[in-house]
């Protein structure tokens, strides 16, 4: 083992109890503060674990102090709020889980799913509703149900974005090359076609994956219930503590749910992992009708004026449909950012634009080139 290594994996524990224990002292909710203060004790547990690693090689180590950068840190907070170092901490804890995850697996061990309890916890704590002020969970749940609107929102507005997008650069790319209309139709549907699957095949895989992810962890979770349940009950008060619950009530509800298995196994996936037990990540196949039928919206945007008109009649009419498509995306996209409509609507336009002039005039020079 690299000592360096093992001395900076010390530096890291001690800083992250001192920020837990900083960040603690100065809340005004009792369940945060006790939260962070038991994840401080971890952390020193931890910290006193690597020392002992490190007096292996060096028997007169000393436990080192918060670094200067850790106290920069909890200064940075002070100016501008300690969101952004419960972020960092949540990052932290992420490498750790991914760290222990690697070191059983070089060892031949299998992992236990207690790699990411801290992670869990520490990122309850920072989408709370906000730090200092009490948290509730009834804000949590108002938070969520905006957060998947807001991801079908965003899916629509992307997806048909590419569309239009594309496809308009495709079809102002061989339109600029003089090409008759048949073979303009025939490349814009091509392009749709191609552009279509491919998106709905993209999000076909990237929702199995996440289903057969959450299916693995919902797995791993119901082993560790059967071996170590007071370890996963005590897990889980922690959790309803950081979701704004006093330790009275979360206990309360940590023992309802251990009654039986099924209302534990149930509890767990919900609060530790995040996952809707029955739909484990939504469906592949209605994700990916979904992508491809938004994307192809947004391609025939572009392509139909050369179904009805041609030459530069169907030019015209294509780019200014796609103007108007462009700033309708660029409105829609007001409703996750918060923007002005004219100045995201305009945005989209003139980005849009850019891409099929580039691509027009690359056409063009082609098309002088091919008939020289």
Known sequence: MDLNKLKGQLQTEVDTAFLYESIAAIQSDENLTRVLQSLAKIEKGHAK???DKVREFEPNHVMPLPSSRAKFQLKLGKLFGYNSIISSLSNVEKQFAVNAIKNKIEKGEKPNGFEHNHLNIIEAVNNNAALNVSGGLLSKFESRHKSVGGNALRAAVLGSNDGLVSNMSLVMGVAGAAVSNDTILLTGIAG????????ALGEWLSVQSSRELNQRQIDLETEELEGSPE????????????????????QKLAEKAFENPDTAIDAIITEELGIDKEELGGSAWEAAIASFILFAIGAI????????????????????????????????????????????????????LAAAAVTYGIGTLIGVSLAG
Not at 192 to 199: D, F, V
Not at 303 to 315: E, Q, S, T, V
């Open 49 to 51: 674990h690597m020392l």
């Open 192 to 199: 749709l076609m191609a552009g279509a699957i491919s998106m």
């Open 231 to 250: 370890e996963e009950k005590k897990e889980l008060v922690l959790l309803y503590q950081a979701k704004g619950m006093n330790a009275v009530e979360a």
């Open 301 to 352: 945007i572009p392509l139909y004026p050369f179904m009805i008109l041609d030459g530069k009649n169907a030019i015209y009419l294509s780019i200014a449909s796609s103007v108007v498509g462009l700033f309708g995306i660029g409105a829609a996209i007001t409703l996750l950012t918060g923007k002005s409509i004219l100045f995201s609507g305009m945005r989209q336009v003139a980005f849009g």
